[in-house]
Every structure is written in structure tokens, then in C-alpha cells.
């Protein structure tokens, strides 16, 4: 699944971002705009299912679909993050 996956979702719903946060915040789920562009980008993940599966709904894709978008993003950054550790201790 490529790291635009949600950014096309979104695209593909013919929404904003702006638009996004509203249709979200009708369901109860309050995001700012920059963290809904930090889950595009993969800098943040959402914490809970309840703001995956208001996604989901909002962007009529699958729930899991989401959660796997999410759980491979947050694996990119864990994998970076160590990679980057063993450069670094392996610099010294």
C-alpha cells in the first residue's frame, strides 16, 4: 500500500482536507487540519478506531484498509527510526 494511500482516498472522495476535518467532526471526531496532513504524510497515526473508521465512512473505503495504511506507516517510521540509531551508534 503506497504512503499516499489516504492522501488518493481523500482525493478520490473529492475532498479537502478542510472538507475531511468537517465530515469528521459531523461524526464526533474533532481533528485539527495538521494532523490530518501528518496522517497523510506518515508523521502521525490515529489513536484510536474510532477516528480510522470515521475515516473509512467518510471516504468509503474498508475500515481494515485503513488500519493496514496505518500500521505499515507506523512500521516505516519505526524501521527509519532504528536504522538511523544503528548509524548513528555505528558513526561513533
Known sequence: MSSS???SARLRAGLSQKDLQ???AARGVILSQPTLSHYETGRRVPGTMTE???MAQVLHVESQ?????FANQRA???RTAYLEKLNHDGAQ
Not at 65 to 69: R, T
Open 5 to 7: 494511500f489516504l492522501r
Open 22 to 24: 468537517a465530515q469528521l
Open 52 to 54: 480510522i473508521v470515521a
Open 65 to 69: 484498509a485503513l488500519v493496514n495504511y
Open 76 to 78: 516505516d517510521y519505526a
